[in-house]
């Protein structure tokens, strides 16, 4: 079973930044294209940006700009930077495999909340 863990988020003002971390076995990112998810309370899980083992990224429209998404092959650590928060970007974290297979296993994520 693969063990996802997220780290770094918490209660942030409109505007500000978080650095989200990401830890997984060596097995999937040796392997695998990385990404970051999002959901909040009543809406759909969203991808909001990846990452290949070569480092190409590819990021949602509403977090272009503002999102960077990174990866330390060495360390299996996968980042999301996230500055100038908005309140619409509060939800639960979670990093995985893109894209997402039937044996896809979560992590409990990271809680961001932006409010002032």
């Known amino acids: 079973q693969v063990q996802l863990v997220e780290s770094g988020g918490g209660l942030v003002q409109p505007g500000g930044s978080l650095r989200l971390s990401c830890t997984a076995p060596?097995?999937?990112?040796?392997?695998?294209?990385l990404g970051w998810f999002r959901q909040a309370p009543g809406n759909q899980r969203e991808l909001v940006a990846h990452?290949?083992?070569?480092?190409?990224?590819v990021y949602a429209d509403s977090v272009k700009g503002r999102f960077t998404i990174s990866r330390d092959n060495a360390k299996k650590t996968l980042y999301l930077q996230m500055n100038r928060l908005r309140p619409e970007d509060t939800a639960v974290y979670l990093c995985?495999?893109?894209?997402?297979?039937?044996?896809?296993?979560w992590g409990p994520g990271t809680q961001v909340t932006v409010s002032s």
């Open positions: 995985n495999e893109v894209p997402l297979s039937k044996s896809s296993a």
């Open positions: 060596r097995s999937m990112f040796s392997l695998y294209t």
């Open positions: 990452i290949t083992r070569g480092g190409s990224t």
